[in-house]
């Protein structure tokens, strides 16, 4: 439990600094509300997560073993995405990720942004200095929302963003940072999304 718990810190973590990732986990963040269905929100795609556990194999964890791991981790992170749980006790709060803690993580405030990557552990992210307390109320979003529920378009809108500017991009390299880069990340005198998306296609 306590490997899969740091191999999902590192996963998790992944999933908000590249982009490539944060493209198979933006529709768990893409809710505007903060309640139990948003931990329904799954990725549809998610065939990279697999490298990240791989040390647990490799360590001699049976599969079923580390199959049972994830389900467990899977299922604590159930209860902490809610509004209605406020503080738990502060032994409690200083150990375990808790619905305080993921409240942050899923704010899109400046200060709460790449935060509190845990499952189940908050130590990880104290250790690896990821961690932010809840003070403001969190804003639940992204920071650049879709303003929709289509659920093909909850999951594949930022696939369709990235290839889109992979395409448009005129450097290798470039196509290479929009994938692996933060998503953030954007060509030297490119400033927004919207920019690149106006430029000729490199394949004109």
């Not at 990240?52 to 199959?67: D, K, N, Q, S, W």
């Not at 942050?104 to 552990?121: F, K, P, S």
């Amino acid at each position: 439990m306590i490997g899969w718990d740091l191999c999902y810190y590192a996963y998790h973590r992944a999933g908000h600094v590249v982009r490539l990732f944060w493209a198979t986990h933006v529709n768990h963040h893409s809710s505007q509300r903060y309640n139990l269905s948003t931990a329904l929100r799954q990725t549809w795609t998610p065939y990279l997560g697999f490298v990240f556990y791989v040390p647990l194999a490799i360590l001699g964890f049976r599969p079923e073993m580390i199959l049972i791991a994830g389900a467990w981790n899977l299922l604590y992170q159930y209860w902490i995405h809610t509004e209605v749980v406020d503080r738990l006790p502060a032994w409690f709060e200083a150990v375990f990720n808790t619905p305080s803690h993921h409240r942050v993580h899923h704010g899109t405030n400046a200060e709460y942004l790449d935060r509190n990557y845990a499952g189940i552990l908050i130590v990880w992210d104290k250790m690896f200095g990821t961690f932010e307390p809840e003070v403001a109320r969190p804003i639940y979003g992204l920071t650049k929302n879709i303003e929709t529920y289509n659920p093909v378009d909850v999951a594949f809108h930022e696939w369709r963003a990235m290839f889109r500017d992979v395409a448009r991009a005129t450097r290798w390299t470039d196509r290479l940072h929009l994938l692996f880069s933060h998503p953030g990340w954007k060509p030297a005198g490119v400033s927004s999304a919207d920019e690149l998306a106006s430029l000729p296609s490199a394949a004109a």
